[in-house]
């Protein structure tokens, strides 16, 4: 036993007595405990994040038997709200615009639609119309029915220019008979806010002669007849 004028000596360990890590060894004085400030975390949370104890060894370097603070999550804290990522499909878009857009647009095709089938009944219902009123007139004047043509068909403003017997004599002179067929290449209708027209030409052929003809005819309800040329062709 040591003197108090001695120096202090520490007893170094005897073999298979090694002191346990973190305590002192006999004779030695304990050993004062100062924790290391922690690292910064390895799993890129911020420094000031609570590290949670998995019940590893302590990695400040404290005992073993050393109480470590438990900072892990609460048992009742539960994943972030997902609010979408990268790699995930943006959520569905409504389609009422959509279907907006697409019935306007069949609608103005259905009504340029039913426009042009009922322009094109209009002009082919005319076209018939003053296609049948020319071959009428072409064959009364060819039965010699002058009189009957002259009254159904000429306006009266025509009448005005060309009298019954004038009408009647340049006829005559043609010398249609029996053997001549009316022939139209040609026939054009319009319309113009109400009024219709009605433009024919063609011919008469005979057997023995071609006559030239052209008519015009005018009207709103009923087409009569304004204009009239019947040429022989040599």
């Not at 120096?7 to 004062?32: D, K």
């Not at 403003?157 to 009647?168: G, P, Y």
């Amino acid at each position: 036993m040591s003197s108090p004028e001695e120096p202090y000596r520490p007893v170094p360990p005897q073999p298979g007595h090694e002191p346990a890590a973190g305590h002192p060894a006999p004779g030695q004085p304990p050993v004062p405990y100062y924790a290391a400030p922690p690292g910064p975390p390895a799993n890129g949370a911020p420094s000031n994040y609570p590290q949670p104890n998995d019940g590893g060894p302590p990695a400040n370097g404290a005992p073993s038997n050393y109480p470590q603070p438990n900072y892990g999550p609460p048992a009742n804290y539960g994943p972030p709200p997902y609010y979408g990522g990268p790699g995930q499909p943006p959520p569905k878009k409504s389609r009422k615009a959509l279907w907006i857009v697409l019935g306007i647009v069949g609608g103005v095709l259905l009504l340029v639609t039913v426009g042009v089938v009922v322009l094109l009944n209009v002009v082919g219902g005319a076209t018939n119309h003053a296609r049948g009123i020319a071959d009428d007139f072409t064959k009364l004047i060819i039965a010699g029915n002058l009189n009957s043509a002259y009254d159904k068909y000429l306006d009266p403003a025509l009448m005005e220019k060309i009298s019954r017997e004038e009408f009647a004599t340049g006829v005559q002179s043609l010398e249609l008979d029996g053997s001549c067929k009316p022939n139209f290449s040609s026939l054009n209708v319009s319309s113009n806010n109400g009024a219709n027209a009605a433009d024919v030409a063609g011919s008469i052929d005979c057997d023995t002669k071609h006559v030239e003809l052209t008519y015009r005819f005018e009207g709103r309800d009923e087409l009569k007849m304004v204009n009239i040329r019947l040429r022989p062709q040599r």
